[in-house]
């Protein structure tokens, strides 16, 4: 194969080597370049930064833990990348929780590689008129979707899931001031009656396990609006 347009190239996470060879040869076929085919979560985390993926496809049920996870970690590190996540459920509410992780787009299964293919070069098309690599991380600070935790440095704290999801949130829109209804529709189930005290409560966890893990980073109150990570 030629030279690739640098937006064709994926990554992809799949438990499933059968259908994850099916797909890789598939995109291959249909000219993208597969610069990476996992079979959990952590070797995703692990290998897609320094693949230079500009697009992924993942699916939501991992061995390792709840594919969701793993897309709000990657979006944390890279919101530019473009995101097609499969899943066997297909339901509103398990949409709804896949595109507030941080997906572009949703595909249930049993599909059609025909129909993924085009989503793929939609979302291609779109990567191909922004970054072409990921943005310089200042906060220092990785979210591991496997253990449920962040690190930074060599400092690593637990998080809650709710924890989990907030953070990535900020993570995933540095130094943007994100309102109160986005974090709340990345934290908690669809439709959950969410009162204000408590979204505040978990922010100040938050900021407390940030200054525990020392990061050159904190979380700003934007009255009115939300919150902000800078």
């Known amino acids: 194969m030629g030279a690739v347009n640098a937006a064709l190239r994926v990554a992809l996470v799949e438990d499933d080597g059968r259908l994850r060879g099916l797909l890789r040869r598939g995109l291959q076929d249909a000219g993208f370049a597969v610069v990476l085919a996992a079979g959990t979560g952590a070797e995703l985390v692990a290998g897609i930064e320094s693949s230079g993926a500009r697009l992924l496809v993942a699916d939501v049920g991992l061995p390792d833990g709840d594919g969701r996870d793993v897309v709000a970690a990657v979006r944390a590190r890279d919101p530019h990348l473009g995101i097609l996540m499969l899943t066997a ?25 025909s129909e993924l293919v085009v989503r793929l070069s939609a979302l291609a098309r779109r990567a191909s008129t922004g970054p072409s690599s990921t943005t310089e991380d200042e906060s220092g600070l990785r979210l591991d979707p496997v253990a449920h935790g962040a690190s930074c440095r ?52 938050l900021r407390r396990k940030i200054t525990e893990l020392g990061a050159p980073a904190a979380i700003t109150t934007m009255r009115g609006v939300g919150y902000r990570l800078q």
């Open 154 to 205: 060599d400092r690593r704290v637990q998080l809650t899931p709710t924890e989990y999801r907030l953070l990535a949130r900020l993570l995933a829109r540095p130094g943007e001031a994100v309102r109160r209804a986005s974090l709340v529709s990345a934290a908690w189930p669809d439709g959950a009656m969410v009162q204000e005290n408590t979204l505040d409560a978990y922010v100040l966890r």
């Open 89 to 113: 459920r297909g339901g509103l509410t398990d949409r709804l929780a896949g595109f507030h992780a941080g997906a572009d787009d949703y595909l249930a299964k049993p599909f059609a590689l």
